[in-house]
T-cell receptor
């Protein structure tokens, strides 16, 4: 089944403890992206990747890192999480940038 | 920055009625897309309309695009309770015909369809 898989689905962590949210797609998509969704703010893009080893900042990249070493994986790294990073995170992929995007089921992160 | 802005923020209708949601954006685009999100779940792609298209249909969905006004509308005809969800427009900003890679979402319209 074609899908984008995020893990974990739910995570509660403490301020400053490094964490990684994984994202994997099995559709051979070139383009992958991370978004965060907050009430009243809609979805905001964190980072995106046009292809392997090519990443770029979205609208809200501060406090996040990404890497794209393989086509199928695009992990989101929070080196030192803070409470303002409490949010619902979505990974998405598409064949190319600007095309129909497929979304993962989301990761609800709480930083206390 | 928010490229797309949906209107209204919330819409409540009865089953069988039509629902219309609007989206305005600021910059030139390659295409505009509409997505649906059921409570807290991942977004699902509904329809994509290119900048050189004016109208597109998919089942009970009708999307229009007016690039001169930088606006789009999504019409859901004969709505059902199962259409209850949040609907988002997303724009792919134009970079000389290619994509910047920054698919940008609006804040969404919450649609409630009462049985």
């Amino acid at each position: 089944e074609a899908q984008v898989t995020q893990n974990p689905r739910y995570l509660i962590t403490v301020t400053g403890k490094k964490l990684t949210v994984t994202c994997s797609q099995n559709m051979n998509h070139e383009y992958m992206s991370w978004y965060r969704q907050d009430p009243g703010l809609g979805l905001r893009q964190i980072y995106y990747s046009m292809n392997v080893e090519v990443t770029d900042k979205g609208d809200v990249p501060e406090g996040y890192k990404v890497s794209r070493k393989e086509k199928r994986n695009f992990p989101l790294i929070l080196e030192s999480p803070s409470p303002n990073q409490t949010s619902l995170y979505f990974c998405a992929s598409s064949f190319f940038a600007g095309r129909e995007a497929f979304f993962g089921q989301g990761t609800r992160l709480t930083v206390v | 920055s928010q490229q797309g802005e949906e209107d209204p923020q919330a819409l409540s209708i009865q089953e069988g009625e039509n629902a219309t949601m609007n989206c305005s954006y600021k910059t030139s685009i390659n295409n505009l897309q509409w997505y649906r999100q059921n409570s807290g779940r991942g977004l699902v792609h509904l329809i994509l309309i290119r900048s050189n298209e004016r109208e597109k249909h998919s089942g009970r969905l009708r999307v229009t695009l007016d690039t001169s006004k930088k606006s789009s509308s999504l019409l859901i005809t004969a709505s059902r309770a199962a259409d209850t969800a949040s609907y988002f427009c997303a724009t792919d900003p134009n970079a000389g015909g290619t994509s910047y890679g920054k698919l940008t979402f609006g804040q969404g319209t919450i649609l409630t369809v009462h049985p």
